[in-house]
């Protein structure tokens, strides 16, 4: 049951363009709430946000935007952001 669930899914996304993929895989980290590591990596610079039971989500314009355990408002590009659940 799960190998045709996963089937089903897979046929799904191939029949996407990568800006739907794309789009859908942002959606869902908007849905979920959690725990999460948010790691900015641009050159030397590196910084990293820890997320307690919120949840991160994104704009149009390419953001991925989320408050901090020290509730301070976060803005941080899509390309340099990497998110990690924990």
Request: hydrophobic content about 35%.
């Amino acid at each position: 049951m799960k190998l045709l669930n996963l089937l089903v899914l897979l046929a799904l996304l191939t029949g996407c363009t990568q800006d739907k993929q794309n789009q859908l895989s942002r959606t869902l980290i908007e849905f979920l709430d959690g725990n999460y590591l948010v790691t900015y990596a641009n050159g030397s610079v590196t910084k990293t946000w820890t997320i307690k039971n919120g949840k991160v989500t994104t704009t149009d314009k390419g953001y991925y935007y989320f408050w901090d355990e020290k509730k301070h408002y976060v803005q941080t590009p899509i390309e340099n952001t990497f998110i990690e659940e924990f």
